[in-house]
């Protein structure tokens, strides 16, 4: 049978009128030898823990044909003890949600709190993808500037809350692509009125915004830097997220997670598809959980990396802003797209981000720093 004649016109797709012409989100990919663009832990695992997870990986896969636990619940259980050691705050399973990715657990927030009439807020500049979770739930998008130094203006960030009555503020601390971190201090004074700064409720009522923290980079904090997990039992719309993908070194893993009050996880839990965390993802989880000192054992080496290029960056004349995270965030330039190009050309891959004039570049291994350095040095002399 020969092909259809068929002379109907092509079907035009019905995609939303405001997904029209964009892109997927996504840092560019360029093989060279130094790549110093996504905030990824330089070091792999080591062999011992590559064998644990793989033989908990061959366990989870001689399983494979029963759907996995829906709840996570020995997962959250071992995030919860992380939690515990990492910040010194009692927390149990239930007050822990955990997705593929922080970013699956952040829209999972905005699933149950954002939608249609709600609000968004955060201070800008901040992380590329949150106004993508605002556009995916369909929920408005407000941005406060932060202050010339990338704080968060906390004074405009309540007089935007008085405006808004945003559902939802999310604020990462330490901020990407700035390194900047929240003090315990600022972030009381936002919880205070967040307590009643949300949308009207059925009867009128001030509802809360929920308060998200994304704490992607928070093993990399400062001495003297709190965790936001501390202020978690007296203020049950504050939300803590953190991730296994930049300290433990596990982005390929897609694991992360957020601590909350037990009403908030049971809301994000409405909001999942079922069994999204596959058994596999469980598995080599918790086995890289086990080893976890192993995993973090390089976080003292990259901080003082950190604090190094930082001093390094001061020292030829940039202007660095303040790094609590395993980045730094440096400028100002009249042409950033022609120095970031330069440094690909001499093997060097950093991040284009942020206000123009800056540039924003991971820490990587000692060897790494050097080169990012050197070839630096070449494109400003
Ligand atoms: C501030 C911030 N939050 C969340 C994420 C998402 O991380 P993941 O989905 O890998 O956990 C990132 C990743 O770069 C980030 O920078």
Request: net charge negative; aromatic share 6%.
């Amino acid at each position: 049978m020969g092909p259809v004649n068929d002379s109907r016109p092509p079907a035009a797709l019905p995609l939303r009128a405001d997904l029209a012409g964009l892109h997927p989100y996504g840092a560019p990919r360029i093989d060279v030898p130094v790549v110093l663009n996504v905030n990824e832990n330089p070091y792999a695992p080591s062999p011992e823990v590559v064998r644990d997870i793989a033989d908990a990986v061959a366990r989870a896969a001689a399983g494979a044909n029963r759907y996995p636990d829906r709840d996570a619940l020995a997962l959250r259980g071992e995030l919860a003890d992380y939690l515990r050691a990492e910040t010194g705050v009692e927390l149990t399973a239930d007050q822990v949600w955990a997705g593929n990715g922080s970013n699956e657990v952040l829209l999972h927030v905005l699933q149950a709190y954002g939608g249609v009439g709600r609000t968004m807020l955060t201070a800008a500049p901040s992380y590329s993808m949150y106004p993508e979770y605002a556009r995916d739930t369909q929920t408005a998008f407000v941005t406060v500037p932060r202050t010339e130094d990338f704080r968060v203006d906390v004074d405009a960030t309540l007089a935007a809350m008085a405006e808004h009555r945003p559902s939802v503020l999310v604020l990462a601390s330490p901020n990407n692509p700035t390194g900047t971190a929240l003090t315990a201090d600022e972030l009381t004074r936002l919880l205070a009125v967040a307590a009643t700064s949300g949308p009207a409720g059925p009867d009128e009522e001030s509802l809360a915004t929920v308060v998200v923290v994304d704490e992607a980079y928070a093993e990399f904090r400062r001495a003297g830097t709190p965790a936001a997990h501390e202020l978690l039992a007296d203020h049950p719309h504050l939300v803590v997220a953190r991730t296994m993908s930049k300290a433990f070194g596990m982005a390929g893993l897609r694991l992360g997670y957020l601590a909350a009050s037990k009403e908030i996880v049971d809301h994000l839990q409405v909001v999942r598809l079922p069994y999204h965390l596959s058994d596999i993802t469980q598995a080599a989880a918790l086995a890289a959980l086990g080893h976890r000192e192993s995993l973090m054992s390089q976080v003292a080496e990259l901080r003082a990396e950190r604090d190094a290029l930082a001093e390094h960056l001061t020292s030829v004349g940039l202007t660095v802003a303040e790094s609590d995270a395993n980045f730094v965030f440096f400028g100002r330039f009249e042409d950033r797209h022609a120095v970031w190009e330069s440094l690909v050309g001499r093997g060097v891959l950093i991040r284009e981000t942020g206000p123009d004039g800056w540039l924003r570049v991971s820490v990587g291994t000692p060897e790494e720093n050097a080169r990012f350095r050197a070839a630096l040095n070449e494109v400003l002399s």
